[in-house]
């Protein structure tokens, strides 16, 4: 079995920083494309960034600059480093990845973390 564990979220004070972590547990093979999301009350769930295994990053156009996502490949762990955040940042973050399992190395399933709470308020 896989597991997606996040931890890092809170609140913030606008123009503030937060770093969001996820490490994967299991008895994995291979970790390829991860990524974070996120879903604001009332809102669908959106791609803020993503990461190949060989590190090239993309980022949703409300974060570019401000947000840095990376990752650590031997501790099978992603990263997301918020700066100078807003309050329309608030919402409930989810790290994603595609993983492929020891026991069936040839299947990749996209894991998604249970989600942290982010929330930017004065």
């Known amino acids: 079995q896989v597991q997606l564990v996040e931890s890092g979220g809170g609140l913030v004070q606008p123009g503030g920083s937060l770093r969001l972590a996820c490490a994967a547990y299991g008895r994995i093979f291979s970790i390829n494309d991860m990524g974070w999301y996120r879903q604001a009350p009332g809102k669908e769930r959106e791609l803020v960034a993503a990461i190949t295994s060989g590190g090239s990053a993309n980022y949703a156009d409300s974060v570019k600059g401000r947000f840095t996502i990376s990752r650590d490949n031997a501790k099978k762990m992603e990263y997301l480093q918020m700066n100078s955040l807003k309050p329309e940042d608030t919402a409930v973050y989810y790290c994603?990845?595609?993983?492929?399992?020891?026991?069936?190395?040839?299947?990749?399933?996209?894991?998604w973390g249970q989600g942290t709470q982010v929330t930017v308020s004065s």
């Open positions: 994603n990845a595609d993983i492929s399992s020891t026991g069936a190395p040839w299947r990749v399933t996209s894991y």
